[in-house]
């Protein structure tokens, strides 16, 4: 859920856990579908980013889960609010209107 640490675990086959492949980047993880908005809100603002395909959202709950480079949930969610990526990654990053 937002606020809490994004569960660590092994993603693949090479030893990889989750927070080795989000290192210190903001992370979009993909259970479902495409990650193309986040990743050109994120290059608009020079933030380090990097998308990770999941192919099970059993621990998570919703197609895309948006993670801090602190490993904590920022955004999980079916489909982008009003306002698309730039929304989220605003509200991730503490900015107000």
Avoid: C
């Avoid at 086959?13 to 986040?38: K, M, Q, S």
């Avoid at 197609?63 to 079916?78: M, S």
């Amino acid at each position: 859920m937002p606020g809490h640490r994004a569960p660590d675990g092994y993603v693949d086959p090479w030893g990889d856990t989750l927070y080795d492949r989000i290192g210190h980047r903001f992370a979009l993880l993909v259970l479902d579908g495409g990650a193309e908005a986040f990743r050109k809100e994120a290059d608009a603002r020079n933030l380090p980013f990097t998308v990770i395909h999941l192919p099970e959202r059993r621990r998570f709950g919703a197609a895309n889960v948006l993670i801090r480079p602190d490993q904590h949930v920022a955004w999980r969610g079916e489909d982008l609010p009003p306002g698309s990526a730039a929304a989220v990654l605003d509200k991730a990053l503490g900015f107000t209107a």
